[in-house]
């Protein structure tokens, strides 16, 4: 009985509840710090960036989710769940580095009020971003988010184990495609709860298999524009 609900009960009920859970979650802890960064103690940090971090990546690996579903919707679930698992301790790493960056540049007095770069910082931030949109490990690591059917096809692994291991490499793909973008929160305030929405947006759109090449040129167009308007502020 157990074995047959493994088998045929569906993980997005679960999964979608989770992730509505942590954005209302991240929404309530900036609440709780009245739109601004004044609670720098690193248990908050962290705990900011892991919710932030999970929420917005789990969200954009609906493709990749929903490709790995169709694959094993036949099998036991506990597969699925192991690759969302080996996935999100990528991110967990990649939000604990993001942490530690935080209060290293918070120490060098490098934020203002709402946990955002200075200018010249943010200016050199975005045009790296941009510019990122355009390399070859860029579009590497986003073929492998737009067609995640031909993903599993090269990098399939069988049972639980095999689940975890084509997560963690996904998640680390993941990585490769997405760092510079998650990092303009530091741009748009960590504090900026709507930033961290349209960001998710943006990222989600950008990992769709039809539309998501579209994207990538134009944004880095946008990022590297947005970057120079900076700097041109500064004078």
């Not at 490709?67 to 699925?80: F, G, K, P, R, Y």
């Not at 993001?98 to 290293?104: P, R």
């Not at 988010?145 to 069988?158: E, G, K, S, T, V």
């Not at 709860?193 to 950008?206: G, H, P, R």
């Amino acid at each position: 009985m157990i074995q047959s609900k493994l088998v045929t009960n569906s993980p997005w009920p679960l999964f979608m509840l989770s992730v509505g859970g942590g954005w209302w979650l991240l929404m309530q802890h900036h609440l709780s710090m009245g739109g601004a960064a004044h609670a720098h103690a690193s248990s908050n940090v962290f705990l900011m960036w892991v919710l932030m971090t999970l929420v917005m990546m789990s969200t954009t690996a609906v493709p990749v989710l929903q490709s790995l579903h169709s694959i094993t919707q036949h099998a036991s679930q506990l597969i699925w769940w192991a690759f969302v698992f080996g996935y999100s301790i990528v991110w967990f790493g990649f939000a604990l580095a993001a942490s530690s960056l935080q209060l290293a540049i918070g120490e060098l007095n490098l934020l203002d009020e709402h946990a955002g770069l200075n200018k010249t910082l943010s200016a050199g931030l975005l045009v790296t971003a941009g510019l990122y949109q355009f390399s070859s490990l860029k579009q590497r690591c986003q073929s492998e988010c737009l067609a995640p059917m031909q993903f599993f096809l090269r990098h399939w692994r069988d049972g639980v184990s095999g689940g975890l291991k084509m997560g963690l490499r996904h998640g680390v793909t993941c990585v490769g495609c997405c760092w510079a973008l998650m990092l303009l929160a530091f741009v748009g305030g960590l504090t900026n709860i709507w930033f961290m929405v349209l960001s998710a947006a943006v990222m989600a759109v950008e990992k769709f298999p039809v539309i998501g090449r579209r994207l990538t040129t134009p944004l880095g167009v946008l990022i590297i524009i947005w970057g120079v308007a900076v700097f041109v502020s500064l004078f």
